[in-house]
Nanobody, 118 residues
Framework: QVQLVESGGGLVQAGGSLRLSCAASGRTFSSYFMGWFRQAPGKEREFVASIDWSSIAYYADSVKGRFTISRDNAKNTVALQMNNLKPEDTAVYYC????????????WGQGTQVTVSS
């Protein structure tokens, strides 16, 4: 019911910044929780950040103070500003959407690669 497309990934040196963007279509965007997840090689997919319909944000401890999630309901987009990147941030980053009444994130983007060199 929701289609998600991520963009903005790339290669950056440690200490640098990247801004990821996720464009949503197909459903009313503002009624969903939006989240960012990441998966590094050989690791489980992990939660990074989420934002609800009122723009209240939540962060994993590992990125708190460095990453900022935001949403623009008028444009149906959600962004992840990543500052002071570290090599351990290297992963494929996924945008996800969850209906308010659902227990899990049901809609996922294709992912975008973020590589941080030391």
């Amino acid at each position: 019911q929701v289609q998600l497309v991520e963009s903005g990934g790339g290669l950056v040196q440690a200490g640098g910044s990247l801004r990821l963007s996720c464009a949503a279509s197909g459903r009313t965007f503002s009624s969903y929780f939006m989240g960012w997840f990441r998966q590094a090689p050989g690791k489980e997919r992990e939660f990074v950040a989420s934002i609800d319909w009122s723009s209240i944000a939540y962060y994993a401890d590992s990125v708190k103070g460095r990453f900022t999630i935001s949403r623009d309901n008028a444009k149906n987009t959600v962004a992840l500003q990543m500052n002071n990147l570290k090599p351990e941030d290297t992963a494929v980053y996924y945008c996800a959407a969850k209906a308010v009444v659902d227990l899990t994130y049901d809609y996922w983007g294709q992912g975008t690669q973020v590589t941080v060199s030391s």
